[in-house]
């Protein structure tokens, strides 16, 4: 498997003497769909503007389709297609002419009809001589999407692109974005909508305050966080205890508890074993493992 980012022990140190970043090392295999979460200030946003070569590393480098972004920024640029999470451009220009003018910057002539394309899975082609000043939060997030990807960049960031919009145009995004990464492009995006990573992202990587808190296939964050959590009512709540030895549980009131199984066959031993001693269960509700609930555990486990 070939790496289209590669991560190497990077520090940032920013000149107030704040530590953004702290050894973050990893890397992102091309083709790959590619989830960089964590709360606020964890530090995704200064990681991602040093991918861009905005933010200077104060240790550790960065690699990009094998171009190294302090000796080689240009290559690194022409590689990469980077959607910021601030809102800023040019604002006497319409929508082509801004298109325009950012693919004249990768040398990129003529390019109209890709330009179009963009627009058109973007829903923003009926805005296209329309001046950017003149467009709504949303549309102007959608013309840096459109920014970003005028030189059909291998690698695509987009830092929180979702941020404000509608739900019609995420549809349309992700929908966008699939393709894009079905046609071998590699995605990294960042988002606060835990939901959107979880269904698109075959890969996570979780920070807080500038640390790699996990990285691991979406699948296996599921799978090893959490396993089965089953809430149980009991109707006789003596003795339930010795029954539970053998489970990781957490008693929310008098009658219920939190149960974590490994698996459904553990959950169907508990329940033979319950009906052997006689108790009864008044209620089970089994609760939904989701990308959420694993994060959340895992700030908190790291507070
Ligand atoms: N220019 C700067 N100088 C000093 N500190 C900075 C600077 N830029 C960012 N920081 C700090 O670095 C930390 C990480 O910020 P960053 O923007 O990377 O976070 P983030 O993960 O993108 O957060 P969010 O989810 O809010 O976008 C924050 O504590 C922020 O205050
Ligand atoms: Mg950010």
């Known amino acids: 498997m070939s790496v289209a980012v590669s991560i190497n022990h990077v520090s940032k140190i920013y000149k107030n ?25 964890a530090g995704k946003t200064t990681l991602i503007s040093a991918m861009a070569g905005l933010v200077k590393l104060t240790s550790g480098s960065i690699q990009v389709q094998g171009f190294d972004i ?12 980077v ?16 298109l325009r003018f950012q693919s004249g910057y990768f040398g990129i002539a003529k390019n109209d009809d890709w330009i179009e394309e963009i627009l058109q899975h973007l829903g923003l082609l009926d805005k296209i001589d329309t001046n950017t000043r003149h467009l709504s939060g949303g549309m102007k997030r959608r013309l840096m999407v459109a920014q970003a990807l005028v030189h059909k960049p291998d690698v695509i960031v ?26 071998g492009h590699t995605i990294i995006l960042t988002t606060h909508y835990l939901e959107e990573a979880q269904n698109l992202c075959t890969r996570i990587a979780m920070m807080k305050q500038g640390q790699l808190l996990a990285l691991d296939s979406t699948e296996n964050l599921l799978k090893n966080n959490d396993g089965i959590r089953i809430m149980m009512t009991f109707r006789q709540p003596e003795n339930i205890e010795n029954l539970l030895q053998n489970i990781q549980y957490s008693q929310k009131n008098e009658h219920t508890y939190l149960c974590h199984f490994a698996d459904y066959e553990a959950f169907t031993q508990l329940m033979q074993n319950l009906n052997q001693h006689q108790v009864s269960v008044e209620n089970i509700q089994t609760l939904e493992t989701d990308l959420e609930s694993v994060f959340l555990k895992l700030m908190q486990v790291n507070e």
């Open 158 to 183: 987009l830092d929180e692109p979702t941020a404000g919009v509608d739900v019609d145009l995420r549809q349309n995004l992700w929908a966008f974005m699939r393709r894009l990464n079905e046609q």
């Open 17 to 41: 003497g704040f530590q953004a970043l702290k050894d973050i090392d990893f890397q992102v295999n091309q083709g790959e769909f590619f989830a960089l979460l964590g709360p606020n200030g």
């Open 70 to 81: 302090q000796n080689q920024p240009f290559d690194v640029r022409r590689h990469l297609g």
């Open 83 to 98: 959607v910021p999470q601030e809102i800023a451009f040019d604002p006497f220009f319409s929508v082509r002419e801004a």
